[in-house]
């Protein structure tokens, strides 16, 4: 009797960073499950990213972290992707992220 195929499902984690939280945000979302390869050689800390430049226009009643309401706002952000096998790395990953 043939054994049964387990599939673990596999999510894709993307997120923008500005470049000076990068390194805390990777060892967050690392330390949580994220970028382990599930493939032989045991890979970890695995990712893609690139950086580029975001914009926003906070509105009038915001309170953003950056930037003034009403102002345009462009900034360098760092985008990062990563693979989460399973849903509950995908979910530690995000707190983790959130945090």
Known sequence: MAAAATTVARFKLIFLVPPVSLAACKAAIFAAGAGRYPGPGGY??????SVGNGQFRP???AKPHIGTP???????????????????????????LKK
Do not use: I, Y
């Open 59 to 61: 509105g009038g009643s």
């Open 70 to 96: 009403g102002e345009l706002e462009v900034l360098e952000e760092t985008r990062v992707e990563t693979l989460c096998v399973g849903e509950d790395v995908a979910r530690k990953a995000v707190e983790a």
């Open 44 to 49: 970890t800390e695995c990712c893609w990213q």
